[in-house]
């Protein structure tokens, strides 16, 4: 009964408030602050409808904030605590808007999959609030799909969980920094024992303050990217990702045919498919989802999954997504475009 209460109260705000303009997507325009909410920001909607989510998340307690934000219309994203420990961000999104409201409080546990997150891949147990086993892996995270059953799962690269096939490392957990967080569990599917494709299918998280969104994260302070459907890997076509190590929008182009020498050879050396591209990576982006420039509206279409760093130039190359869908005989889960 107090959500329903506080959803019609923030619906009585936004329908009580002057028309506005919609604001762009990609940035974050900052809100004037509403009480105790220190930070409003929001990307593709309006700020009264940013201040009307904040009065209402003010209007519980911090470990209801995802059962506000449904109730509001919204989806959450994730919730971490602020740079002075005292404050903690929440992220949720609306089809291609997002917003970002800071308060203070504890944080809700409130976390999830989505592009770009840092794994961490073990053979030993992962304990939240221990330190990762030795020969733990950092990798990221690339796009949600839906398998042949009707489950979500997480993709990442094949080399990260051991090389050749063989899952050496088959604990997995969505890294919340500085130690292990969200725990996702085993491996469910390694594709490269059966295919020439550097691809892991992981477990995503289930729960009310799970969450399992088809964006790429792009931080706290970026709203996120939402993820429309798939791209063909055309030579020449303008690519990104965003990895644990090299950071958010990482960008460039596909290499044209003069580059498919050097590709057979790393396919060969490999033993696996691979597309290489003009952009800088390094250890840890291994996994990362590349996705095509994002277009004026904030989404990206899903090209592949960043397998390879070549050793002398550290440039990026990726395994084409269309194979491992097709071996998965799965699909990319998209956002709403509203």
């Known amino acids: 009964m107090r959500l329903a209460v506080i959803a019609v109260l923030a619906a009585l705000l936004i329908a009580a408030a002057p028309a506005a303009a919609q604001t762009p997507v990609g940035v974050y325009t900052p809100c004037a602050p509403v009480g105790a909410a220190s930070i409003v920001e929001v990307s593709g909607a309006t700020c009264e409808e940013a201040q009307a989510v904040a009065v209402a998340l003010l209007s519980a307690p911090p470990a209801d904030a995802a059962s ?10 994730r919730a971490l605590v602020a740079p002075d420990g005292v404050e903690h961000d929440l992220v949720a999104i609306r089809g291609r808007a997002a917003l970002r409201v800071r308060r203070s409080g504890v944080p809700p546990d409130l976390d999830g999959w989505s592009t770009g997150r840092e794994l961490l891949l073990a053979h030993g147990r992962l304990v939240p609030g221990q330190r990762a086993p030795n020969g733990a892996a950092l990798c990221t995270s690339a796009f949600l799909i839906s398998l042949p059953s009707g489950r979500l799962g997480g993709l990442s690269a094949a080399h990260c969980a051991g090389l050749g096939g063989r899952v050496r490392r088959g604990n997995v957990v969505l890294r919340r920094p500085p130690e292990p967080g969200v725990l996702l569990g085993r491996v469910v599917r390694n594709v490269q024992r059966t295919r020439p494709l550097d691809a892991l299918v992981l477990p ?12 790429v994260d792009r931080g706290i302070e970026r709203p996120p990217w939402t993820v429309a459907g798939v791209a063909r890997p055309l030579s020449g076509r303008r690519i990104c990702f965003t990895g644990r190590t090299s950071g958010v929008d990482r960008c460039g182009r596909i290499l044209r045919s003069v580059a498919r020498p050097a590709e057979r050879a790393l396919s060969r050396d490999l033993g696996a498919i691979v ?23 904030g989404s990206v279409r899903a090209v592949g999954i960043a397998v390879i760093v070549t050793p002398i130039v550290g440039v990026m190359c990726f395994t084409p997504l269309q194979p491992v869908l097709g071996a998965l005989r799965a699909q990319v889960v998209t956002a709403p475009a509203r």
């Not at 109730?71 to 994203?77: M, N, Q």
């Not at 597309?275 to 509206?297: E, I, M, N, W």
Request: charged content about 20%; hydrophobic content about 40%; some cysteine.
């Open 68 to 77: 506000v934000l449904r109730a509001a219309g919204w989806s959450p994203l």
């Open 204 to 215: 995503v998280p289930a729960g009310p303050t799970r969450t399992a969104n088809a964006v």
């Open 275 to 297: 597309r290489c591209t003009s952009v800088r990576a390094a250890k840890g982006d291994s996994g990362a989802g590349v996705y095509t420039a994002p277009r004026a509206d």
